[in-house]
């Protein structure tokens, strides 16, 4: 029999309370206790980045923690950035960029780049790349990406959420 510890926590601004196994991450906390599934899991190592959210404004690779550590914490997904049809600008720059192709690595590079804007609203180039270095696309060649992030950082409504 396996322990179980009951977490509370605050996902996308909806708070949940739920008894879990003491050793199921938060990846797979998000995905399968709550059917958030826009968090991705592609190495499970804490390598790819495809899992990251934000922990308290923090970006996080949530297959590497658990569960229980994330209780009293506040979370946000992927699922936090669009607001009904209307997407949010940096999900806007990477459809104009083209900064996404099957899109897997999507949603961690989105987590990340609004955790970069966030403590950084006019990064450089430079900057940029180093933000989203922990982050591994196999498709675009990361320039679109870095382009779509840019983007952003230049228009005066791109604010990220947690600001």
Do not use: W
């Amino acid at each position: 029999m396996s322990a179980k510890q009951v977490i509370k926590v605050t996902v996308n601004g909806r708070t949940y309370e739920r008894l879990v196994e003491v050793r199921m991450t938060l990846a797979d906390f998000l995905r399968q206790e709550l059917d958030l599934t826009g968090t991705h899991l592609g190495c499970e190592h804490g390598v790819c980045g495809a899992c990251t959210i934000l922990v308290s404004g923090e970006a996080v690779r949530s297959c590497i923690m658990l569960a229980v550590q994330a209780d009293g914490a506040e979370l946000l997904t992927v699922e936090s950035l669009a607001e009904g049809d209307e997407l949010h600008p940096l999900q806007r720059a990477f459809q104009d960029q083209h900064a996404l192709q099957c899109g897997f690595c999507t949603p961690g590079f989105l987590m990340t780049a609004c955790a970069l804007l966030r403590d950084n609203p006019a990064p450089t180039r430079a900057e940029v790349r180093e933000a989203i270095s922990g982050n591994i696309c196999r498709c675009t060649g990361y320039q679109p990406i870095i382009n779509a992030i840019l983007q952003v950082s230049s228009e005066p409504e791109g604010k990220t959420k947690g600001e």
